[in-house]
């Protein structure tokens, strides 16, 4: 068994979507990023990619690639999915943390469990998703 971890943060903006775990949620601020910005689905791709020892989501999809340029996560994620099949690993379990003040996502979460269970063909019961604030401290908190 083979253990990963990820960490992904996009700057708040106005003017851009708000997409987490593949679901797009209505806010005043939105994730700057090349692709959608997806920061769960990102720190999930590098959680499954550090797992399989396959470096991280920059090596596989870089930023500068204009074939990326706001793709949905969810397909990067499928494609990750594919890539550590590959090696012959399959995704068993996984839990995440989402860090933001604003806005509130619990009624978002049961999608965003929906979503990322149809993406790798994981049972829900085998997802979790956790949204914790940052209590206004440190620059992730403001
Ligand atoms: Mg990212």
Do not use: W
Not at 128 to 133: D, G, I, P
Request: charged fraction near 20%.
């Amino acid at each position: 068994m083979r253990i990963g971890i990820g960490y992904d943060i996009h700057r708040l903006v106005e003017g851009c979507k708000l997409v987490l775990g593949g679901v797009e949620i209505p806010h005043h601020k939105g994730l700057l990023g090349h692709s959608d910005a997806d920061v769960l689905l990102h720190a999930l791709i590098d959680a499954v990619l550090g797992a399989a020892a396959l470096g991280d989501i920059g090596r596989h999809f870089p930023d500068d690639d204009s074939q990326y340029k706001n793709i949905s996560s969810l397909i990067l994620l499928e494609k990750t999915c594919r890539l550590v099949m590959r090696g012959g690993f399959a995704v068993q379990q996984l839990d995440t943390v989402i860090i933001a003040e604003q806005p509130r996502l619990a009624a978002y979460i049961p999608q965003m469990r929906a979503n990322i269970s149809r993406t790798l063909k994981l049972n829900i019961s085998m997802i979790n998703v956790k949204a914790t604030t940052h209590e206004g401290l440190s620059p992730i908190g403001k």
